[in-house]
């Protein structure tokens, strides 16, 4: 659907589901206090782990988290609406110094270094602020469909020339085809609308980040 200059969505919780920060840093040994953001009456947890420790308030909206060692910790949180459960909103907790393989961020790092043109500096940049306009799209309620998102994002990459920067684009655009639907008609939901926010917004951060 979208073009080779393919192109992250995070607004309220939807009516029946669960939000949570993406990640939360915490020090060893140090309480952490969670929020979840819902509409819903009750929310359960749930931890995948089980060198950490995670006690729910009784209202069910925060929880408290500690872990004494270092590492990168899992918390779950859903609810339901009538007989229907939710998805589970998922939070990492780096506790330390814990750092993630980005294996994404790596892949753009060696195709810019691969790269041999001498504006790609230059270029690189440019092609971070379409991503940053991207981001700013798929927020805007009149965009409404896939469809008219890709027209929104090929319009403001077309001040790149078409040639540069291949090798870049198409890995961006394999990981946009690998997140976002791919029917133009289709409609975007809140859901939708949050993860293509959080995916253009992290494709942004990455170029940013290349040197």
Not at 82 to 97: F, L, M
Not at 104 to 129: I, N
């Amino acid at each position: 659907m979208f073009p080779l200059l393919l192109l992250s969505f995070q607004s309220l919780a939807e009516p029946s589901g669960v939000l949570l920060p993406a990640e939360v840093n915490a020090a060893p040994g140090r309480l952490v206090q969670l929020k979840a953001e819902t509409n819903g009456t009750l929310v359960k947890w749930a931890l995948a782990s089980n060198d950490a420790d995670l006690v729910p308030f009784p209202d069910g909206k925060l929880a408290v988290f500690a872990a004494a060692k270092p590492g990168r910790y899992l918390v779950l949180a859903w609810t339901a609406s009538g007989n229907e459960p939710s998805d589970a909103a998922r939070c990492v907790v780096v506790v330390g110094d814990a750092k993630p393989v980005d294996a994404f961020a790596s892949e753009m790092q060696k195709l810019f270094d691969a790269d041999v043109s001498p504006d790609k500096p230059q270029r690189v940049r440019q092609l971070a602020e379409v991503y940053r306009s991207a981001k700013g799209f798929a927020e805007k309620p009149e965009v409404r469909t896939v469809g008219q998102l890709a027209e929104r994002l090929k319009a403001t990459a077309s001040a790149l020339p078409p040639d540069v920067l291949m090798p870049l684009r198409t890995r961006i655009a394999e990981e946009i085809a690998r997140t976002l639907p791919a029917d133009a008609a289709k409609v975007l939901d809140a859901k939708e609308r949050r993860t293509a926010v959080q995916l253009f917004g992290r494709i942004a951060t990455t170029l940013e980040g290349l040197k």
